[in-house]
């Protein structure tokens, strides 16, 4: 395909906004540095979860100096997003500094800010849902969780995912691809290595759901008796019901990936029956919960290093309490790279150039 036809393909919303990102990376990374620096002064902290939190009882002096490096970051990253987009430096040197900027805000934020809040707001949803509408006073409860610390988690997963999709843009140009879809994965080989990552995927959250299913039928299943009857009393169990639920829902949109109704619509779906699955509709979910696990799986490997924390018992005897999470991070891993084998394989031809496969 000539430079021409490529120029005069018409441009859908989504190419635009790939070919857009850097801008708009920068100018989010200008927002968020205002508003922290605003709720620096204001409160005299970022909403991050408090050093004495279960799960940050490593990163005790970590709180502070997070304050000011995410303020800067964001300051350097919304410079660094304007050069990209203006082409200020050589294409070479912007690619390679987008990489390695976005390299770093992904371990500080996945590592350093996000913890299992996300995917345990998530996972105790249906509870959460249920438990408002039959107890009004739990409502007052609901409005107590971290949702200013789960918000500002939500915002910086946003940023990384941005600058995930800045230095794509920035390493395509460089390397002459088209910038919308850099065709250079092969649909081939996503079909050889997908199946088999998307089944692994799916299976540890099988593990999950299946101990808190147990758990909820009465049955023990990798803790003691006496630490069942004691979630029996305080209704704990009925909440491992709804991240089981959860968790079982999360296994068959994973098979999805690679299964004809993640493709096509089953029929008996109103309206929608018979139609194609949007290829974003299971990229975004999926590619999001693969990120909000490999943190939530860091916080469960520094809460296993500290037996019984929490009241929680922590032994080979209640090896389910925790011994299921403690697969998050790989989780996350074959989450995403099977999202990224299902987008391969259903993009379909480039907007942009044209190419297909």
């Not at 971290?146 to 460089?174: D, E, F, K, Y």
Request: proline share 6%.
């Amino acid at each position: 395909m000539t430079t021409t036809e490529v120029q005069h393909r018409p441009q859908t919303a989504s190419v635009r906004f790939i070919e857009g990102a850097p801008l708009v990376t920068a100018l989010a990374a200008g927002l968020y540095a205002i508003a922290a620096i605003f709720f620096l002064l204001t409160y005299g902290s970022l909403p991050l979860v408090p050093a004495e939190a279960l799960s940050h009882e490593l990163n005790g002096p970590l709180g502070a100096v997070l304050n000011y490096v995410l303020p800067s970051l964001a300051m350097l990253g919304s410079l660094l997003g304007f050069a990209i987009h203006y082409r200020l430096l050589p294409a070479r040197g912007l690619a390679v500094g987008s990489t390695v900027f976005a390299s770093v805000c992904g371990a500080v934020v996945l590592l350093a800010v996000v913890d299992s809040n996300i995917l345990a707001t998530l996972g105790y949803l249906p509870f959460l849902t249920v438990k408002s509408l039959t107890d009004p006073d739990f409502i007052q409860t609901a409005l107590g969780l971290p949702w200013p610390i789960v918000g500002h988690q939500l915002v910086c997963i946003i940023g990384v995912t941005l600058w995930i999709l800045t230095a794509a843009v920035a390493v395509r140009r460089s390397s002459g691809a088209c910038v919308a879809c850099g065709r250079r994965s092969s649909v081939a080989a996503a079909r050889r290595w997908g199946t088999p990552v998307t089944i692994a995927a799916a299976m540890i959250p099988g593990v999950y759901a299946v101990t808190r299913f147990a758990w909820a039928a009465g049955i023990p299943l990798g803790i003691e008796q006496a630490f069942l009857q004691q979630m029996q009393k305080t209704g704990l169990v009925y909440a491992g019901l709804g991240l089981a639920s959860m968790a079982l829902l999360g296994v068959l949109l994973t098979l999805g990936l690679i299964q004809r109704w993640g493709s096509v619509f089953p029929r008996w779906i109103p309206f929608l029956g018979g139609r194609r699955v949007p290829v974003l509709l299971a990229v975004i979910p999926a590619g999001f919960v693969s990120l909000i696990a490999i943190p939530a799986g860091a916080e469960m490997i520094r809460v296993f290093t500290i037996r019984g924390a929490g009241g929680i018992p922590i032994d080979w005897a209640n090896w389910a309490t925790i011994g299921p999470t403690l697969l998050w991070i790989p989780w996350g891993v074959l989450l995403g790279a099977a999202t990224l084998a299902y987008y391969l394989k259903h993009r379909g031809s480039c907007r942009r150039c044209g190419v297909n496969g």
